[in-house]
């Protein structure tokens, strides 16, 4: 079997050499690690508010360059295909006619890596940040690639890419064709000529099976529910609705679901065309994985070359371990963003808040919550002395 993940790891972005900054145990307010949309919204929100960037906050991302996950799409996303993306605050992402066609990672990452420079926030990367830990005087430990940072808040804005999630069936190990995960998808070329199946009933398992039919020898589609296709404007009502199902999962200490997951797919032009096509007919999930394909306990059968996993992804947060903030039903209890256990980590662009506008009301949130965190100490160290 070919696996899914050739490099050896689920984490999509490549590995680099350690980040060329020498942290050397050095103390600030705010480490915010992540620079996707989350982290920097989070970093706007900060130095907007008084703290200053290298001074007082310090921000590491361990992707190679702007962009966040946007810097990996496939390149057949086009930016005209892209549904909800809003701007960065203070920044609006402008664009042209042109750029519907351009692909969404030149785009978003060109539009992030303005961003950066018109605020002046330095980014440190590529650092991998592998565990935050309880350190010295009531102060995180931030152990990264490029030394330690000694933190009085953290902003772990770590988005799920770097997660990509395959469930697993019996079988799974035996199939002698090719298994990849949407974060390994580079685009519909690859699979001309080649019986697919894809798996999973979100918009990208969607959008691959739009792309790879016209090139395919088959395509089969199966997910775990019946998707659910959404008809009609998504208002402010219905979004405000989506994410109060997630931000209850999260309340509750449950990993959380996507925001998308609770909203439907779009009934767009294209998807109504590929529906009646029969590109979008359904099957419910299969039972095992032969080495020729995927089998039902019915009986049924369908013989594949590959088994593409649109799967979704699971937060990025294994940095936290340490810190033991997992409630027993496996996810991180957040009140708005601040983590329960544990008030001096928020974690933004995690459950509710990660849409793009949800990150970036998220980051402001997170940033009034820790100037109030850290007033409180600064009058109770006065109080004391």
């Known amino acids: 079997m070919v696996p899914i993940f050739p490099r050896g790891e689920e984490g999509c972005p490549p590995r ?79 664009t042209d006619p042109a750029d519907a066609l351009r692909s969404s990672s030149e785009v978003v990452s060109g539009y992030f890596a303005a961003y950066e420079r018109r605020f002046g926030i330095r980014v440190h ?59 390994r998808y580079a685009g519909p070329e690859e699979f001309a000529g080649l019986r697919v199946v894809v798996v999973g009933g979100g918009a990208s398992g969607t959008q691959h099976l739009m792309e790879i039919a016209p090139l395919a020898a088959s395509t089969t589609w199966v997910t775990r529910t019946p998707p659910v296709f959404r008809e009609g404007p998504f208002g402010e009502e219905q979004g405000r609705a989506a994410v109060a199902l997630v931000e209850e999962r999260v309340r ?32 419910p999930m299969f039972d095992r994985i032969t080495p020729a394909g995927v089998a039902w306990d019915d009986g049924g059968s369908i013989d594949a070359d590959v088994i593409l996993w649109a799967t979704g992804f699971r937060p990025s947060i294994g940095h936290l371990a340490p810190l033991g903030l997992r409630e027993p039903g496996g996810g991180v209890r957040v009140e708005g963003t601040r983590a329960v256990r544990d008030p001096r980590v928020h974690l933004v662009g995690y459950g509710p808040s990660a849409s793009t506008i949800g990150a970036n009301r998220a980051g402001r949130s997170a940033v009034n919550d820790i100037r109030r965190l850290l007033a409180r100490e600064r009058d109770g160290a006065g109080a004391a002395a």
């Open 16 to 94: 680099r050499s350690p980040g060329v900054d020498g942290f050397g145990g050095r103390a600030v307010d705010v480490v915010v690690v992540g620079a996707g949309q989350a982290g920097l919204s989070s970093a706007y929100h900060l130095a907007r508010t008084g703290f200053v960037p290298e001074r007082d906050t310090v921000v590491v991302d361990h992707a190679p360059g702007p962009g966040g996950a946007w810097q990996f799409r496939w390149p057949s996303l086009t930016y005209g295909r892209v549904h909800g993306m809003h701007s960065l605050p203070g920044m609006e992402l402008e």
């Open 125 to 183: 990367r590529p650092v991998d940040v592998p565990a935050v830990r309880e350190g010295p005087g009531g102060l995180l430990r931030v152990e990264t690639s490029a030394g330690v940072l000694l933190t009085r808040a953290l902003i772990s804005a770590t988005g799920t890419w770097d997660r990509p999630f395959v469930p697993r069936y019996p079988g799974q190990d035996s199939f002698l064709g090719r298994q990849l995960h949407t974060a």
């Open 252 to 283: 509750r200490g449950l990993p959380p679901r996507s925001v998308v997951s609770v909203t439907g797919l779009p009934l767009t032009d294209a998807v109504r065309r590929a529906r009646a096509e029969g590109v979008l007919d359904r099957l």
